[in-house]
């Protein structure tokens, strides 16, 4: 069956770095997505992975292992306004997306 | 501005109601999306519509029904509603579907069915 398994929460201190991980197995393989979603709104984009490696979009980067079905999300220099659930999704073979339940993050001062 | 509405923001109605979720994209984006959030669950999809005039059932279409008459607007109606459908629904939509396109949703409707 396809899975993805993310932690359920987080805590992390403001001005630290955090890495949230998600671990997936899906029929077939076409991308992986970050997303954010602060508490009563919508889900809002952050990264996309293809291909093995790094990805780095300012304070966040993002990384994938194909042949490990491993991605985490790096968030650096933590702000009070990244307290939110980060949403890991698969393309599967159908391209269609598969969602993990996401990851509730809390930030502390 | 660009984006996604959705409409109503929250309903509370009995069960056995019928009720349509309307949604409405002006980035002329191809593939349309209606999602269900639940607590502790990934999002949902429900239906999807590559272009218009196409739709198709996604993981938990039963109960639901969607139609794509233009690019813009892809309504999500409940026939007779049941408290199990009670969640948040989210519309989305992509430039293009089965690619890297990202999702861009709508502020979301929240349903209670008593």
């Known amino acids: 069956g396809q899975n993805i398994d993310q932690p359920t929460e987080m805590t992390a201190t403001e001005g630290a770095i955090v890495q949230i991980n998600c671990t997936y197995q899906?029929?077939?393989?076409?991308?992986l997505f970050w997303y954010q979603q602060h508490a009563g709104e919508a889900p809002t984009f952050l990264s996309y992975?293809?291909l093995d490696g790094l990805e780095e979009k300012g304070r966040f980067s993002s990384f994938l292992s194909r042949s490990k079905g491993y991605s985490y999300l790096l968030l650096k220099e933590l702000q009070m306004k990244d307290s939110a659930s980060y949403l890991c999704?698969?393309?599967?073979?159908?391209?269609?997306?598969?969602w993990g339940a996401g990851t509730k993050l809390i930030i502390k001062p | 501005i660009a984006g996604i509405t959705q409409a109503p923001t929250s309903q509370i109605l009995a069960a056995g109601r019928r009720m349509t979720l309307r949604c409405t994209q002006d980035?002329?984006?191809?593939?349309m999306y209606w999602y269900r959030q639940d607590l502790g669950l990934g999002l949902r999809l429900i239906h999807y519509?590559?272009?218009?005039?196409?739709?198709g059932k996604g993981e938990v279409p039963d109960g639901y029904s969607v139609s794509r008459a233009n690019t813009d607007d892809f309504p999500l109606t409940l026939a007779s509603t049941v408290p199990s459908q009670t969640s948040v629904y989210f519309c989305?939509?992509?430039?293009?579907?089965?690619?890297?396109?990202?999702?861009?949703f709508g502020n979301g409707t929240r349903l209670t069915v008593t």
């Open positions: 989305a939509s992509s430039a293009r579907d089965g690619s890297d396109s990202p999702l861009h």
């Open positions: 980035m002329r984006h191809n593939a």
């Open positions: 519509s590559n272009t218009a005039g196409t739709t």
């Open positions: 899906t029929s077939g393989f076409n991308g």
């Open positions: 992975n293809v």
């Open positions: 999704a698969t393309m599967d073979s159908n391209y269609q997306l598969i």
